[in-house]
């Protein structure tokens, strides 16, 4: 017996105007408000990996664009690549990262500590050029911070870390290691 999909329809049973015969492979969910919200099949292909792959966030950095599409893209050294949208990862951090801060003036970052323990370093004033006045606030597990959009901050290590980080892009700023 072949398996005829149902498309998704909404609390009254109408289709919505959008919907095709390719929307039934995502059903609506309940957002957090408790609305009932569509999500819009889109090909595989276009997106970079398979809708239902399972991946690991420990390895790997998903960009959420703006326009909604998403990408799954393996973890390299250095910061992530930058995209409009949010660039979300879940590093496993054993040493400071090799700057002496960074910056996203495109939107607030919101920090999440797994395990381990890091400070993170807000600065007053900060610019490319110069440190400004720094206030540090340690995280300890099951802790999180939004670092507000324009304000300078790094990262500490304190000990072996595991760290979800939703950032901000396309844009950015990085102050490097003096030599």
């Known amino acids: 017996m072949r398996h005829v999909p149902k498309l998704a329809v909404d609390l009254e049973g109408n289709i919505p105007a959008k919907a095709t015969t390719r929307d039934h492979l995502l059903p609506p969910v309940y957002s957090f408000d408790g609305f009932r919200r569509y999500h819009t099949r889109v090909d595989a292909d276009d997106l970079g990996t398979d809708m239902t792959e399972v991946f690991d966030l420990s390895q790997s950095i998903a960009h959420l664009r703006r326009d909604g599409t998403f990408q799954i893209e393996p973890g390299r050294p250095g910061p992530p690549k930058r995209v409009d949208g949010y660039s979300v990862g879940a590093p496993s951090m054993t040493a400071n990262a090799p700057h002496q801060g960074e910056?996203?003036?495109?939107?607030?970052?919101?920090l999440f500590l797994v395990s381990g323990r890091i400070d993170v370093v807000l600065e007053t004033d900060?610019?490319?050029?110069?440190?400004?006045?720094?206030?540090?606030?340690?995280?300890l597990p099951g802790n999180a911070i939004v670092v507000p959009k324009g304000?300078?901050?790094?990262?500490?290590?304190?000990?072996?870390?595991?760290?979800?980080?939703?950032?901000?892009?396309?844009?950015?700023?990085?102050?490097l290691l003096e030599r």
């Open 103 to 110: 910056m996203h003036p495109d939107g607030d970052e919101l």
């Open 126 to 139: 900060g610019q490319q050029d110069a440190v400004g006045q720094e206030q540090t606030l340690e995280l």
């Open 151 to 175: 304000v300078w901050h790094r990262v500490l290590i304190r000990e072996p870390s595991q760290l979800v980080h939703i950032t901000p892009g396309p844009g950015g700023g990085v102050r």
